[in-house]
């Protein structure tokens, strides 16, 4: 398989796998309440081939679920399969600046914050001093689109008029819009084509899953703009790489898929 960039992972803790919010995806997914072990999140990623996984930090209103220093503790212990993914406490914008700021120079990827988790769409205020710091610091901004697997509101993933505004707003910002989002398609793909610094990534889906508008799209002109993503633990990489072939996609086509557009996007080292 080509080289294979995974850039959604969670190496998720027990404080993280005993949220509530998880109840639906538990239920759907047949994943374990307990949180896998560094060993098998490994063994995952090597089962589909995926070279570099990135790793997800996460904090919501509650505070924080898998904090970035132990992010940072698993990419020091691992520099040649992980890289991070910070995130940030939106309530506390100037803490929020400095973090983006810390974590990056000590090798950080991009920034994730989560709108279902908040309940707050990506146009609100608290985001905008964030998108500053990922500008200045050259790294993507990674949320979610789309409706929500977890019982919380899917109205703040809703591409058009949320990200569209932040868009418009930043045109430096470069975004990755993970979860594909559905069922806003028409949006997601409307958004790339106004924007070359929003991209898509498939975290969470099969990738026989896939919208077929998404695929069509993957196929041609948006070939450069959609990255391979899992979103381990919910779903393994090779569950979501399991059907591949069935998108009959083209060499270069999957290749940009697979792992090129990662390493462009997230400047990673080849």
Known sequence: MADVVDVWMQQPNQRFMDQPWLETLVRWTNMSRRAPQLRATLDAMDEAGVRVGLLSAWHGPGGALITNDE??????????????????????????????RRCVRNGFVGVRVVPWLWNLPPNDRRY??????CVEEDVPFC????????????????????????????????VVGGHVGYPWMAEVLSLATKYP????????????????????????????????????????????????????????????????NARRVFALPN
């Open 71 to 100: 992010v940072a503790e698993l990419v020091a212990a691992h520099p040649d399969r992980f890289a991070g993914v910070a995130t940030v406490d939106l309530t506390d914008p100037v803490r929020a600046v400095r973090e983006v």
């Open 128 to 133: 905008y001093p964030v998108y500053v710091a």
């Open 143 to 174: 949320t979610q689109i789309g409706h929500t697997g977890p019982r919380c509101p899917s109205e703040p993933g809703r591409p058009i008029p949320y990200l569209d505004e932040v868009l418009l707003d930043f045109p430096e910002l470069v």
């Open 197 to 260: 610094n929003f991209h898509v990534d498939t975290s969470a889906y099969a990738v026989h899953r896939l919208p077929a508008e998404l695929v069509e799209f993957m196929r041609d002109r948006g070939r450069t703009r959609v990255m391979f993503g899992s979103n381990y633990p919910m779903l393994t990489p090779a569950q979501a790489l399991k059907q591949l072939p069935a998108l009959e996609l083209g060499v270069s086509a999957r290749e940009a898929f697979l792992g090129g």
